[in-house]
């Protein structure tokens, strides 16, 4: 039966080095090792590598991985989300002031901000769906809806565009944790007392490690990580999101639920944006006005260095979350070799054009075209 199949003259063969260049986390792949290799070799001994500074790194980039992931799935799903930024900012937002100015618990608090900005991506999603109009025109209108919100709320309510307090009101909440505590504290601790990493020597954390734990924002990372891929790539639902991007028509035609995966998507991205915005407010313990801006962007950046096509139906989470990776190691990076960091912007623009081009190509490997 196998040589049957491997003479049959309708499957076409494939060499092993047009299988590679196909893979949509090639391009993640090439830039990972490129920028690490750089700043090797000229930033190796700034504290780049050390444990405090591999965290610092480590935590920009679970960052940009948390919202990457979100984005990848709907652009997968032949959709973009513009307002990912101004829901970041909303988010954090809703939260301040329905723990702070409105003396809610932090836990009630969290979850409502999850129920609003969910509903949120599922009208996002809604009227795409049943309107046709491209994401991209509704998605914009929602980033300035969000905005604006964010900003009108707290000054109607506080006089002010920043609201402070909100770790005061975290303290002993169970939900807080979960977005703003640590984990593996005391393996840090051994690894500081065996001298395997760095301690304070002076002043009230002697003896504590300069890296007490891992944030569960790098927790939250990882995991999104890991449920996006294995809900892409080991699911039924993983099939439908890539048929719904790849021929949204012939999808319908096989009883694929175009219509909901989309919106389901939508509400996902959502979803990881608040992640983001939670963890963002607990970190720094307050909520303003103006977080999230660009975020948007960034997100569609590395999900397009991590292979994902414009067009849709085909990209990867684990390349996302490669593309998230560069960014974060970059945008630190260029910090430890001394290097202007205004210069980040210009490294985006570079290797987002970089990376269409390149996306282009593979694109053009994969349907045959010249």
């Known amino acids: 039966m196998s040589d049957t199949t491997a003479d049959d003259e309708r499957i076409k063969q494939i060499s092993p ?17 490129a920028v690490f290799t750089f ?13 405090q500074g591999a965290m610092n790194w480590s935590v920009v980039s679970a960052q940009f991985m948390i919202i990457a992931v979100g984005a990848c799935l709907l652009m997968i799903a032949g959709e973009f989300d513009l307002s990912v930024g101004s829901m970041i900012g909303f988010a954090g937002m809703m939260i301040a002031v329905f723990s702070v100015t409105l003396g809610w ?3 009630a608090a ?12 599922a009208l996002n999603g809604y009227i795409v769906v049943r309107t046709g109009l491209p994401s991209f025109i509704v998605t914009l209108a929602t980033l300035f809806i969000l905005r604006g919100f964010t900003i009108f709320i707290p000054q109607t309510l506080e006089r002010k565009t920043i609201i402070g307090g909100i770790r ?14 640590k984990i593996l504290g005391g393996f840090f601790q051994w690894m500081g007392d065996n001298g395997y990493i760095t301690v304070f020597d002076r002043g009230n954390l002697a003896g504590k490690p300069v890296v007490d734990g891992i944030p569960m924002l790098l927790v939250w990372a990882l995991g999104l990580v890991i449920f ?17 991007g790849g021929d949204a028509q012939a999808a319908r035609y096989v009883g694929v639920p175009v219509g909901a995966v989309k919106i389901k998507m939508f509400m996902f991205t959502a979803f ?7 963890c963002q407010v607990m970190e720094f313990g307050s909520a303003g006005a103006d977080r999230g801006l660009l975020k948007e962007f960034e997100a569609i950046i590395a999900v397009v260095i991590g292979g994902a096509l414009l067009t849709g139906g085909y990209g990867s989470v684990i390349g996302a979350a490669l593309g998230a990776l560069i960014f974060g190691v970059v945008q630190q990076g260029l910090f430890f070799a001394n290097v202007e960091s205004s210069l980040f912007r ?13 996306n282009t190509y593979i694109r053009r490997l994969i349907t045959g075209e010249r």
Do not use: K
């Open 105 to 107: 618990p932090m836990w």
């Open 39 to 51: 700043f090797l070799l000229f930033a190796f001994d700034s504290g780049m590598f050390s444990a």
């Open 346 to 358: 210009v490294f985006l623009g570079v290797i987002l054009l970089l990376a269409v081009i390149l």
């Open 110 to 121: 969290i979850l409502i901000t999850f129920a609003i900005c969910i509903a949120f991506g």
């Open 272 to 278: 990881c944006a608040t992640v983001f915005a939670v």
């Open 17 to 33: 080095l047009r299988q590679a260049l196909i893979r949509p986390e090639l391009g993640g792949i090439v830039g990972t090792i």
């Open 228 to 244: 996006g891929h294995i809900l892409l790539t080991r699911t039924r639902f993983g099939n439908w999101i890539f048929a719904s």
């Open 168 to 181: 005061e009101v975290a303290e002993g909440d169970w939900l807080a944790p979960l977005f703003g505590g």
